[in-house]
């Protein structure tokens, strides 16, 4: 090792603490901007270690680094103009793509590693896998990624898609893959066995993904970022560089905790959601409210829903993805901000798997103006129900199922928000039509609920308008 | 092999300082906390800096531009999209609920 290499270590040193304090300073919403920024330090000088590095040591030719710098140029401009412009409730999506970029970039880097290796000295084991790994990961992450953010935009399907023998065939195409990269680490000189690996993980990728259900998508992307920070690592064992492998490492134990706190949070198992089929056949049969079930629910109009909220003392608002769906979040904080100004108490009660992706719906009510304290994470939230008096549900369903305290049907055993525990709930839906898991909710039957049928931003705005009534009278 | 290991060390140890540092995150910061690893994993520029310095033929050049313009799309946009969910998540939020104290005293 060089003295300049030595620097170059430290460097990357630095750059990672700062990685880590970034990612620690997101604990909280006063300090995450600045954590944030300082990671960004970090990426700067860890970047800018490399580029001197890479001038000393090999020095390149002048038009491999023009092609870098107008790759560079080009991606950058497309980063930034779609970070700019994305609308929150499509974060999800441009989340989905930029797993899909990092992980092909990664993958291109461990197959030039490859080609340039063959040509001149053969490859060490300790190389070769890594590389081989990284081909296999990044191109299932690219796939993948981009067949997520398809579904997560609605260009493709959100229900699993699948067809007879699609079971079968992922299994012979994994097999390839498999079979392709164990011959290519024993095989370093093929680039065609390379190429295998690099095809048939594509194609699982897309497999995988499509068999996946619209209602998993908060595990799917976290899973995918987990793939991603783990091919970036590989491709910094492949060239050995400290600051991709701490870095991708950083990243994969991020994307694993989210995808196991998303999935405790659907009470299903990593692996179940993976092989795919929520939804679908065995548990749609049982969709669909009973005759009887409608006739015991209670209608409500707006006016009725702006009394109650008028007069109560503590509110808790339950947020679905439907109101994200119906853009519906302004109306929700204006009608909250009004009751909070007349001395209602009101909160956000937010289930971990809300929105599309973990912690979506907190995004969606800040971007409204919500203030992060009114936000209630489900332990909160389900001791707070106990004292209050109108729990208001907005397009949620499953998150709020009662039926999951009863073992025996698709939503058993999911923590769940306890909204049957308020004083009254009111619920404001489309139609009685049941949520992703396909089983009716008994909440919606429960006495003390009073259904409100509607457009979730126009009847907000209708009870607004209702309460402003009533607390100026 | 000792390169190897000392890589190994390095990767365990940073999975397990991730995995200490990002259980503490409250679920209400996983979205901005997610694009911000998102961005991290972007570091793979640093690696498409390496390809180019190395690149000699033609698929060299390719891969070199694959790596760089993704790579490049992941960090700026990662970093980008980030500090702007956090930006809503910091703003003033004393402005509006004294206005509405305001108008609701007016109309008591």
Known sequence: MTDFEFVVGLIYLLSASLFVVGLHMMRAPATARNGNRISAVGMIIAVAATVALSLVTSGGEWIAWAVLAVGVLLGGIFGVYRARTVKMTDVPQLVSVFNAVGGSAAAAIAFAAFILATSSNPLDLTVSIPIVLDVLIGSITFSGSLIAAGKLQGVIPGNPVTFPGSRALNAVVALIALGASVAAIILPENTLLLVVVLVTALILGVLMVLAIGGADAPVVVSLLNALTGLAVAMAGFAIDNQALIIAGALVGAAGTILTLQMAKAMNRSVLSIILGGFGTGEIAASAGPADEELANVRSLTTDDVAIQLAYAQHVLIVPGYGLAAAQAQHEVAELASLLIAHHVDVKYAIHPVAGRMPGHMNVLLAEANVPYEQMLQLDEANTAFDNCDVALVIGANDVCNPNARTPGNAVSGMPILNADHAKSVVVIKRSMRPGYAGIPNPLFTDPKTGMLFADAKEALNDITVGVKEYVSA | ?108
């Open chain 2, 1 to 108: 092999m000792q390169i190897l290991f000392g890589n190994l060390a390095i990767f365990v140890l940073a999975l397990l300082v991730g995995v200490e540092v990002i259980s503490k995150i409250p679920s209400t910061l996983h979205t901005p906390m997610m694009s911000g690893a998102n961005a991290i994993h972007g570091v793979v520029i640093a690696g498409a800096v390496v390809t180019a310095s190395l690149a000699n033929s033609p698929t060299g050049y390719i891969l070199t531009f694959i790596a760089g313009a993704f790579a490049a799309a992941n960090v700026f946009g990662g970093y980008a999209v980030t500090d702007r969910i956090l930006k809503m998540f910091m703003r003033p939020k004393a402005v509006e609920p004294a206005d509405e104290t305001k108008t609701s005293k007016d109309a008591s």
